[in-house]
């Protein structure tokens, strides 16, 4: 897997605990730790705005050369877990004050955020892995610049919608639904499984490895005991697993396993 396979550059190997704390990015925990840069002189600042950054989504070896001259020549970071996006930054030597924007107080930070972009200053908005404001948070910043007329651009990078389509061969160049998470509770699940089985393109899902099993037993139902599923676990990993069949067979597959690991599931398109 290249360089996300060495010690200290996966994602998977960080901190649970989010922080809301603000604070200029340390260095990750490494046997030789990277020299951090001194902070972007003046000069060489992005434009005032905010610029919507993709990250890996597991291996750090993916993150794109644009994204990496965004992160050195903004201002702030807006990142979902500051100690997360550390390892990253430090992993390229990038020095930069980080901002913390999570689920819970994005809404509180959107006045303080475009008052920031109206006084001059570039910001980038990461999460923890792949595209700000797809299932993760970003979208009431990037709504909130937006209607408060400030420059937002987007800097594309790993997803691992995209990366599971690609892998599964369900795609067929046809389009696809992407549902992110079903809900928790099971009725509300059934009636989405519902709702879907009658696309005509695939549809693509994140689920927890806890409640996998029960995901792969009610497709079966809902969608039918022919129908074709990806079971994509740690994308771009040490260990990345792609599995492809029907419910009953990946049931079968994963039966008496300890599954871990992030899930993204495509099941295939009504034939």
């Not at 594309?156 to 690609?166: D, K, M």
């Amino acid at each position: 897997m290249g360089e996300g396979e060495e010690a200290g550059t996966r994602m998977d190997e960080v901190f649970e605990e989010d922080s809301d704390e603000d604070e200029v990015v340390p260095v990750a925990s490494e046997e030789e730790p990277p020299t951090l840069e001194e902070p972007v002189p003046a000069g060489n600042r992005l434009p005032a705005g905010l610029y919507v950054v993709g990250t890996p989504i597991g291996n750090l070896g993916d993150i794109t050369l644009r994204a990496l001259e965004a992160l050195k020549a903004v201002h702030a970071v807006l990142t979902e877990d500051t100690r997360h996006t550390g390892i990253l930054l430090a992993r390229y030597g990038i020095r930069v004050h980080l901002l913390s924007c999570h689920k819970f107080n994005e809404a509180s930070r959107v006045d303080e955020i475009v008052s920031r972009i109206h006084s001059g200053q570039a910001l980038a908005l990461v999460t923890n892995a792949g595209m700000p404001a797809v299932s993760d948070p970003g979208s009431r910043v990037v709504a909130g610049c937006r209607r408060a007329g400030c420059l937002v651009s987007v800097l594309p990078g790993p997803s691992a919608v995209t990366a599971a389509i690609a892998m599964s061969g369900l795609g067929f160049g046809n389009g696809f639904i992407f549902e992110g998470f079903l809900p928790r509770k099971s009725g509300g699940r059934r009636r989405r499984l519902e709702a879907l089985a009658a696309a005509e393109t695939p549809v693509v899902l994140y689920e927890s490895p806890f409640r996998l099993m029960a995901l792969l037993a009610e497709v079966g139902l809902v969608f039918g005991p022919d129908r074709q599923l990806f079971v994509g676990r740690e994308l771009t990993k040490k260990f990345e697993e792609g599995r492809t069949g029907t419910a009953a067979e990946l049931i079968s597959a994963y039966q008496g396993r300890t599954v871990k690991g992030e899930l993204t599931i495509v099941i295939a398109s009504r034939d």
